[in-house]
């Protein structure tokens, strides 16, 4: 494959620092966005009097939205470039968000208006996942991809603190102006900073090499399918937790307060796992064992959390599954980098995404029916270890199944 000037070894130019520190930013605008309603929805509830079935309506509209915009986008990198598709998809967002304080009275403007949200918000993590792949040295690349999937997350967290001081002095609308827009602001911003990568002829696709059916091409088939499969069940556990945590927590006899601790430290343990994981991959390589070890770290997570009746005990449990899972999910993105060629990247990116987000559909509707069914915060936290050791399994089968021919070795990852 002919390279982009990344070498390893190869010290980062001020173009490439401009394009790396856009994509983080839009890393976080997109895990902000994306987690804006779930913050607003209490005072939203109030004043118009939505009732619980509504609001979750609105939310899987979000979601089945990011799965579509993943599709979407991650064909129309690989046509008209990565930087197009960054720009385009934070406008819509950014546009579809800023929508909300005027026109969102209603269930159904607030369900199509996040629909078109979440197909913007799909399209972001493809653009930016091929961006920062292949603009950044082939040295801190690993790294660089998974800091960046991990900014999802840390937007997330971001927007937890900064609903917390908005909506009481501003009320629930401030939110979203704030979502709206920094996207917009950035999307200017990326305009300006932000490079794209050519590669010559690899760079020319047709509408054939951006369907699906080449992700199954050239040996491809059994690894895009472990793939999928691995995405789904980490996506589902990811958001069970991420959604279900801090009701977990309540339920288990923690307050509030010490809830809203737990599900930072779930969010800042994928954060630093994202980092750790990825500076090991970049030293190291052998992507796939240190994935497994993600794992289990994550599930020793699981157990403290199973067998201590302390506090701290307990969060440092959380921590760490937050390391395994989150921190996880940023490693299997290498894979999915890994497993595409340059010109089709885009599309098993957004594909990948894609599935997955079905699981993030699926997870928190799963502990909904397990909280129904009177199933305990800490039973309910231990069963999220059986889909994970599919996943590690998963991981070592897409080892397995690694070769030349599915492999990209610019990316050093074995």
Known sequence: MKTTGND???????????????????AVLDGFDAQTLAYAAPSITTEFGFGPGALGIVFSASLVGMALGSVLFGMLVDRLGRKFGLIASVVIFGLATLTIPALATSVETFL???????????GVAPSFIALVSENVPAHVRSRAVMVAVGCVSLGAFLGALVSRAAIPAYGWRSIFIIGGLLPLVFAVLAAVVVRGVTTGPQRTVDHAST????????????????????????????????????????????????????SSLFAAGGFIGGILLGFRIDRRGQAHATLVGGYLIGMVGIGLVLLTTSTPLLMTGILLIGVGIVGGQSGLTILAVSLYPLPIRGTGIGWAYAVGRTGSIAGPALNGVLVAGGLGATSIIGLSALPLIVVALGVITLAALRSPATADAELAVS
């Open 211 to 262: 369907s699906p059916a080449v992700l199954f091409r050239e040996g491809r088939a059994t690894s895009t399918i472990a793939l999928w499969l691995v995405y789904f069940l980490n996506l589902l556990v990811m958001f069970a937790l991420l959604n279900w945590l801090p009701t977990l927590l309540v339920q288990a006899g923690l307050d509030a307060g010490t809830a809203f601790i737990g």
């Open 8 to 26: 390893r070894g190869s010290r980062m130019t001020a173009a490439q620092v401009g394009t790396l520190g856009v994509c983080l930013a839009m």
């Open 112 to 122: 199509l208006i996040r629909f078109i949200a979440g197909i913007g918000m799909g």
